[in-house]
């Protein structure tokens, strides 16, 4: 019996061993969202492992940057590609941010880095000059676009990847806080979703004097001592840019000159639209993902409701949130068993209709116009005696740095009133009140009037009788968008004065 029942107790403990084998979970294919790996392993670099990922990633932005031909905002050019364009060949336009100093000039200066390069080698061609604006980074609509937004989005997504998160094999303290500080100094509200994740790493730290003497207060120092020098060469004096910035957008909420929307409007209207089909599945991914990424969701949130207490707002702002959302994009489409597939078909098709249409159709007059400019420049022997007037929204079009070449040219501007007085008009508000008064009475002399107008189609009706009396006859008109609202036209006009006809008839 007693032979029989080790027999038994060794047959049942081999089942009970076999059974554990048998429960050995297998590993799944994808790592993206698995438990970290042991420490053990080879620890990830920036370019990661899957270097045909990467490479099919790089190959897609430079087809990215060609399928970009339309304007988003005015500060895409006019912070920095004008900007540098005058640091580097002496004729630009800068804004009111410059004689301010709201800005500083260590972004636009990457530019005109490239721009000296070209002008010392012969190349500063308007095509080449284009090419400062092509190369650019990340989502479809934005990345390939020269705004202080966009750096900051990429350099915010460099240092989340050196962030000490739970599982990371590539935190690095000092260079995420690195990458924050130049954030920083380039656009000052970079540092807005980056509070609670500085918080946190400062919280979780048991060497908290040393995160601060020896990582924190030395990268500060040597980032902003850099700004300030480079601030220094080209205003001709000392000036902390950052606090300047901050304390019009921020403190003194002057932005509101340039339009103002309801509190609400980021979690109504901005959030959603930045996020467009992905809304789903990130509401989905949130209730999915582990509890290390819950600071990411904060992140979100408090970036979201620090912006919704200033009064201007845009959908470019929150653009550096954008990549923390498409982590619970993730955990969502992970998770879809059946409709795994429609899921990322419906995903594929729904943004890249709206991305080729945002980026080849809509708002693309602006530059095409200006191209158009550009070209007469170079094609016309009467260009010495050109000049053009820009009759739209103040900085609906760039400038020189488009251009690439001195002609006259001057635009409707709209300067915000920093000396408190009520009821402020800016010129281009003026003009709009009655637009054929203001040009009777601003080019009361024939000799002052401009050889080419730009106006968009909907000032036409408006101000034909000016046109008509001045000897202004159409010459090219391009398309802008299928949605005019306001002063935006849905076609851009150029006028040119027939000087020659006009002495003909007389």
Same mark, same amino acid.
């Given at each position: 019996m007693e ?22 979970l297998?590993?799944r ?7 970290? #790996?042991?420490s ?12 045909y ?14 399928? *970009?031909?339309?304007?988003?905002v ?16 002496n ?7 410059w ?12 530019f005109?880095?490239?721009?000296? @390069? ?21 989502t ?6 020269t705004?202080t937004?966009t750096m ?17 094999k ?5 260079k ?8 920083? @100094? ?12 500085v ?6 730290e ?10 924190f207060?030395? @990268? ?9 020098i ?8 000392w ?14 909420n ?12 980021y ?5 959603p ?17 582990p ?10 949130l408090?970036?979201?409701? *620090? ?15 954008l ?8 955990y ?9 597939? #429609? ?12 991305a ?9 007059g ?5 191209t ?22 103040c ?5 020189y740095?488009h ?27 003026i003009?709009?009140?009655?637009p ?5 009475r ?28 001045s ?36």
């Amino acid at each position: 019996m007693e032979q029989e029942g080790g027999n038994g107790r060794l047959f049942f403990r081999g089942l009970q061993n076999r059974s554990h084998e048998k429960m050995k979970l297998r590993k799944r294919k994808s790592t993206l969202y698995l438990s970290p #790996p042991n420490s053990s392993e080879r620890s990830g670099d920036l370019l990661g492992e899957n270097i045909y990922l990467v490479l099919f990633t790089i190959a897609l932005r430079i087809c990215n940057c060609f399928l *970009v031909q339309t304007s988003f905002v005015p500060d895409e050019y006019w912070q920095s590609l004008e900007v540098a364009h005058h640091m580097v060949f002496n004729y630009g336009y800068l804004t009111w941010e410059w004689t301010e100093r709201l800005r500083g000039y260590t972004y636009p200066l990457i530019f005109a880095s490239i721009y000296k @390069i070209l002008h010392l080698l012969g190349k500063d061609s308007v095509q080449l000059l284009f090419f400062c604006q092509l190369c650019s980074w990340f989502t479809w609509y934005c990345c390939t676009r020269t705004l202080t937004n966009t750096m900051e989005t990429v350099l915010t997504i460099i240092a989340l990847f050196y962030y000490p998160l739970e599982g990371s094999k590539s935190m690095n303290s000092v260079k995420y806080s690195s990458l924050v500080a130049l954030a920083f @100094i380039i656009r000052p509200t970079a540092v807005i979703p980056w509070i609670p994740l500085v918080f946190r790493h400062f919280w979780q730290e048991q060497k908290k004097l040393d995160l601060i003497l020896y990582q924190f207060l030395p @990268i500060g120092f040597i980032t902003l001592s850099l700004s300030l020098i480079i601030d220094r060469v080209f205003f001709g004096q000392w000036t902390l840019v950052q606090y300047n910035f901050l304390k019009f957008n921020v403190l003194q909420n002057l932005g509101t000159f340039y339009g103002s929307h309801p509190w609400h409007w980021y979690f109504s209207q901005g959030f959603p639209a930045v996020l467009g089909t992905h809304l789903p599945f990130f509401i989905h991914g949130c209730f999915l993902a582990p509890k290390r990424y819950r600071i990411l969701l904060v992140t979100v949130l408090w970036t979201l409701l *620090v912006y919704s207490m200033l009064s201007h707002k845009e959908f470019r702002f929150i653009y550096p949130v954008l990549p923390f959302c498409m982590v619970f994009c993730g955990y969502s489409l992970n998770h879809l068993k059946t409709w795994k597939k #429609p899921a990322l078909s419906f995903l594929f098709l729904s943004n890249m209709l709206l991305a080729f249409y945002t980026g080849l159709v809509h708002q693309r007059g602006t530059l095409d116009v200006m191209t158009h400019i550009q070209e007469l420049c170079y094609n016309n022997p009467n260009i010495s005696s050109a000049s053009v007037f820009i009759m739209m929204p103040c900085h609906s079009t760039p400038y020189y740095s488009h251009v690439h070449y001195p002609l006259p040219m001057r635009f409707l501007q709209c300067p915000p009133d920093l000396t408190g007085k009520s009821q402020y008009l800016d010129e281009a508000d003026i003009f709009y009140l009655n637009p054929l008064n203001w040009l009777y009475r601003e080019f009361h002399n024939d000799s002052t009037l401009p050889t080419h107008l730009i106006i968009f189609s909907i000032l036409e009706e408006e101000i034909s009788a000016f046109l008509i009396s001045s000897s202004y006859e159409r010459t090219a008109v391009f398309f802008h968008t299928h949605l005019p609202e306001g002063r935006t036209g849905s076609h851009i006009y150029v006028y040119e004065r027939k000087l020659k006809r006009k002495l003909n008839r007389s």
